[in-house]
């Protein structure tokens, strides 16, 4: 059973930084690809950041230059560096990825999100 937990949210001051983790656990073949996305209320869900297998990186626009993606392979785990955080990052975090395990080939699972909320 593949789960990803995620890890470090929480409440932080405008200019405030945090990071986020997400490790990834069960039966896992290979890693094709995680990144992160949020949801604020009243609004989609929207690809923050990722990151391939191959170590390619893809931000939004809104983060680039503030947040920073990360994998450390060896313990299935990827990274959220966020840096000079504005009240408008403030939503609910979830990770993803896309995953071989030794059943399903390029099958994509969810995290159940962590909350970032950021005060003005």
């Known amino acids: 059973q593949v789960q990803l937990v995620e890890s470090g949210g929480g409440l932080v001051q405008a200019g405030g930084s945090l990071r986020l983790s997400c490790a990834a656990s069960?039966?896992?073949?290979?890693?094709?690809?995680m990144g992160w996305y949020r949801q604020a209320p009243g609004k989609q869900r929207e690809l923050v950041a990722a990151i391939t297998g191959g170590g390619s990186t893809n931000y939004a626009d809104s983060v680039k230059g503030r947040f920073t993606i990360s994998r450390d392979n060896a313990k299935n785990t990827v990274y959220l560096q966020m840096n000079s955080l504005k009240p408008e990052d403030t939503a609910v975090y979830y990770c993803?990825?896309?995953?071989?395990?030794?059943?399903?080939?390029?099958?994509?699972?969810w995290g159940k999100g962590t909350l970032v909320t950021v005060s003005s």
């Open positions: 069960g039966s896992i073949f290979s890693i094709n690809a």
């Open positions: 993803n990825a896309d995953l071989t395990t030794t059943t399903y080939y390029h099958r994509n699972y």
